[in-house]
């Protein structure tokens, strides 16, 4: 085997030595980094459930109507994809948003926050939507979301997880327009999918 | 000191040995007890075997135990209301760190209680995505990835087992893969998307970083062996993302290989950690070779699009060599008492690191040179040049493996260079003579590989020989 030498550059020297004291440290305060870690997994747990119990437990509960969507995208393995009237409004019919759905306006709509004004159906339990714009209404329920393309506005509860065989049953509800979601909306319009429930 | 291990076949042999060198007057029998004092008793040795062999039994009886309660969970979460789900992942997760603090800090188990904590991380992952599914969360799920590396990291990096980091490694490749190839138009995120910048993974060579440094001061070559490729697969993602124009990215795939061949060269010779670099450098090299070693394979690639030379991300990869070499060549003052110029150097590291930037600079002109002439509607030209160049490089690269084998006294280099060369001869045959030389043709090519790897043994067994006498 032939000699090799061992004298690395000084640059590399001063880095190795670097990386050795903050190892050193590491070796030293390892419980200490490793309890952090855990409560730092713990926290991350817990911030993903906070977000969503604060919208659940701060914000009106209401009912949407779920519209079918294409049955060949609808029920994706464990989750199935949700639509209701105001996901796919046009841009035409976005209040106060450019109609031009072209990548040349894409810096003017992509991304862009919306509001759905909604208001009470007349069988009292049901909401439905009043109209989409891009300012909020000044009183009032409304769900907050985003544009992310012609015809595709989210709102974060699109997605339903569905317990093990039941996803044809809520399949075929949403084509009977059978199909409801249970949302907690707060004051400014953010939404939590709570349930869905087949009328 | 404690005693050392010793299985009771090689203790007997030892004793059996000692008896006879005091018996010769070699040893006194004072010395023969102290030396056998040294090692374990064939009682302590059987004792600690059947402690292990509990220990096994006692894991796999709590493997299973852990499988029938996962099973039992699992056929009642859907019923189980969501309270009770959450305290069971709660619990579950501090449990089995718990467990894992309590081997590693009151049982001095620091082996187990890696595995416990490999299991914890895993089992937080885990919670991540089942938490998502308790509240049908809808948010960009390629996060809950890079959630779950940020809490791998600090355990791969305080604990010494290569299995943190190999998961580390497979939840960064894969949260860049996501992010990169399935929301390339969503925008960077840096506290907020921003759609200025491109959604390339920046954080990743941050996160990367503390498990490639432990692995280099921990002179581990097995955790090196598993960020090299992470690096070269962002890199590749990068290239194919920062394209403007369309461009063949067999090409940069090649040049990325070269790079890492480059890197591998930069460390000093003989040094194991270039062995990664170079291996999957060479992977990256070889294969891209072969497959623009056939002209049928050059012929149809620029079928039904217009590929662009690519400049950009050649531009790119091209000058991060120069660095390298520059580098390099500027950080190399200590090896020779600093008594050569930076010139000197530079000529000395070219000597060594010519082969990979060759290869770079060849991927670079093949972009190029297809992005030049498919447009002006010359591919056959195109796909001849291609053909004939790979066909060389491949020869050239066998070449410089053997090299290194012969230069670093290694053998698999060395084979690796053969073995490279008759592939290469394979190749040609079938594709220039398979149809003609029938099974005649075939059995003459395999008698001539047959006799050229004896052949290569044969030198390399005598080359061996004189440092074995």
């Known amino acids: ?199 | 000191m404690g005693e050392k291990r010793l299985a009771p076949a090689v203790r007997a042999w030892l004793r059996a040995e000692l008896s006879d060198w005091r018996t010769e007057g070699i040893l006194s029998g004072e010395q023969v007890d102290r030396i056998l004092g040294r090692y374990e008793t064939s009682q302590a040795y059987a004792s600690e075997r059947q402690s292990m062999a509990l220990h096994v039994l006692m894991g796999v009886a709590a493997s299973l135990i852990g499988l029938a309660v996962l099973l039992l969970v699992g056929s009642n979460w859907q019923s189980m209301p969501k309270a009770v789900k959450l305290m069971l992942i709660f619990g579950v997760v501090i449990g089995t760190y718990a467990a894992g603090f309590h081997i590693r800090y009151q049982r001095q188990g620091r082996m187990l209680s890696e595995v416990v904590f490999l299991l914890g991380c895993l089992l937080y992952g885990s919670g991540i995505w089942l938490v998502a599914q308790i509240f049908h969360l809808n948010a960009h799920y390629p996060d809950g990835l890079w959630w779950w590396a940020l809490g791998v990291l600090p355990f791969a990096v305080c604990l010494e087992t290569p299995l943190l980091h190999a998961l580390l490694v497979a939840l960064l490749a894969t949260w860049a893969g996501t992010e990169i190839l399935g929301f390339r138009d969503l925008g960077g995120w840096f506290f907020g998307r921003w759609n200025s910048f491109p959604n390339v993974a920046y954080t990743l060579p941050l996160l990367a970083l503390p498990g490639f440094a432990w692995a280099y001061r921990k002179s581990s070559v097995l955790t090196v062996a598993l960020y090299v490729p992470l690096l070269a697969w962002w890199v590749i993602l990068q290239s194919i993302f920062w394209s403007w124009a369309d461009f063949n990215p067999v090409y940069v795939v090649g040049a990325v290989g070269g790079l890492f061949a480059l890197l591998a060269e930069s460390h000093q010779s003989g040094n194991l950690m270039a062995i990664p670099y170079r291996l999957y450098g060479v992977f990256l090299i070889a294969g891209t070779l072969s497959l623009l070693s056939f002209h049928g394979f050059n012929e149809s690639m620029p079928n039904g699009n217009v590929r662009s030379p690519g400049i950009p991300p050649m531009l790119v990869l091209v000058s991060l060599s120069a660095l390298v070499v520059f580098f390099t060549a500027a950080l190399s003052r200590a090896s020779d008492g600093g008594s050569s110029t930076l010139p000197e150097r530079l000529r000395t590291r070219w000597r060594q690191q010519w082969p990979p930037i060759a290869m770079i600079l060849l991927m670079a002109g093949l972009s190029l040179l297809n992005g030049l002439l498919v447009p002006i509607e010359s591919p056959g030209l195109a796909a001849v040049l291609t053909t004939i160049l790979a066909n060389a490089a491949m020869v050239g690269l066998a070449m410089w493996l053997i090299h290194i084998g012969l230069r670093e006294d290694r053998g698999a280099p060395f084979a690796a260079g053969v073995v490279y060369f008759l592939l290469w001869s394979l190749l040609r045959y079938i594709d220039l003579f398979g149809d003609f030389g029938g099974m005649l043709g075939a059995s003459l090519m395999f008698f001539l590989c047959g006799a050229a790897l004896f052949g290569v043994a044969r030198f390399w067994k005598k080359r061996k020989e004189p440092s074995h006498a």
């Open chain 1, 1 to 199: 085997m032939p000699e090799t030498t061992s004298h690395p550059p000084e640059a590399v020297r001063r880095t190795m030595a670097w990386i050795d004291l903050v190892l050193a440290w590491l070796k030293v305060h390892e419980r200490a980094v490793l309890l952090g870690a855990v409560v730092f997994q713990i926290l991350v747990l817990a911030s993903m459930i906070a977000m969503r119990v604060s919208t659940l437990v701060q914000g009106d509960t209401i009912l949407l109507r779920v519209v079918p969507v294409d049955p060949r995208s609808m029920f994706r393995g464990e989750y199935v994809t949700l639509s209701y009237e105001f996901s796919r409004t046009p841009f035409a019919a976005i209040e106060g948003l450019s109609p031009d759905p072209s990548d040349r306006n894409k810096q003017n709509w992509d991304e862009r926050t919306v509001y759905v004004w909604l208001q009470p159906e007349t069988d009292g339990v049901h909401w439905h939507m009043k109209k989409v714009s891009i300012h909020p209404p000044t009183t009032g329920t409304y769900l907050r979301g985003t544009v992310f393309g012609p015809r595709r506005l989210a709102f974060g509860i699109e997605s339903y997880f569905v317990p093990e065989g039941q996803g044809h049953r809520y399949e075929q509800a949403m084509r009977d327009h059978h199909l409801s979601a249970e949302i907690a909306v707060t004051a400014d319009g953010k939404a939590t999918l709570h349930d869905l429930r087949v009328e």
